[in-house]
């Protein structure tokens, strides 16, 4: 009797393996080139919250993932390294913006105070948090039976994430997202926490707005 059950979950795991590759190819690569080719209907936003509502619904209804989103971590030394790490990569990003268009260094916060006040407001609501809830809490419970290195979970996170941005048609964003898919992916992984990596990611994201990057992650501009 033992046995038969043992033979009719294996035979059932290739098929639930399939649905979650043809799921996450979907999610992950399908969309984001619908968006790039000009397909989807939608404003990317609107998107992205329809997204983070699906994979909410499938985490709720999934008995092996735990409730506690937002709890914040044991490890006391976390804060400090986000920290540690926005003071070696803001003067990076400075530079960047320099380097690439000096003549927007600041420019949004002094010329559109209210813009720019408005997109502080309102991007960790409707973006940081959304991406952060997809590619990070969905993406490492979802699909952790695939990461069979160490360290995959981070890499294959940051691989989607950066190809999400493709959507801005640009390389700066692409490579900016991969480097930061791969901090974000590190926070959350040793964390487990929704809030810590969230709040990194809107860290990053003010300060990308602010010195004047946003072009390529905003179509507004």
């Not at 399939?18 to 969309?31: N, R």
């Not at 048609?169 to 590190?186: D, P, Q, R």
């Amino acid at each position: 009797m033992m046995n038969a059950i043992s033979d009719k979950q294996e035979d059932q795991t290739p098929s639930f393996s399939g649905l979650l590759i043809l799921e996450g190819s979907a999610l992950f690569i399908g969309l984001p080139l619908v968006d790039y080719f000009g397909i989807n209907p939608l404003p990317k936003l609107v998107l992205l919250v329809l997204v983070a509502v699906y994979c909410g619904y499938m985490l709720w209804n999934d008995p092996t993932f735990g409730r506690g989103l937002f709890r914040r971590s044991d490890d006391d030394q976390i804060s400090k390294t986000i920290i540690l790490r926005l003071l070696i990569i803001a003067p990076g990003l400075l530079g960047l913006t320099w380097l690439l268009h000096p003549e927007d260094l600041f420019a949004f916060p002094i010329e559109r105070p209210w813009m720019w006040i408005l997109v502080m407001v309102l991007y960790p609501i409707v973006s940081a948090l959304p991406q952060e809830f997809i590619y990070r809490t969905f993406f490492f419970h979802r699909y952790k039976d695939f990461f069979y290195f160490k360290n995959s979970d981070i890499l294959l996170s940051a691989l989607a994430f950066s190809f999400l941005h493709i959507v801005y048609g640009n390389w700066v964003a692409i490579g900016l997202s991969l480097g930061g898919g791969i901090l974000f992916g590190m926070t959350y992984k040793r964390t487990k926490s929704l809030f810590w990596v969230a709040v990194e990611h809107i860290i990053y994201g003010w300060l990308i707005f602010t010195l004047g990057l946003g072009r390529y992650f905003f179509e507004g501009f």
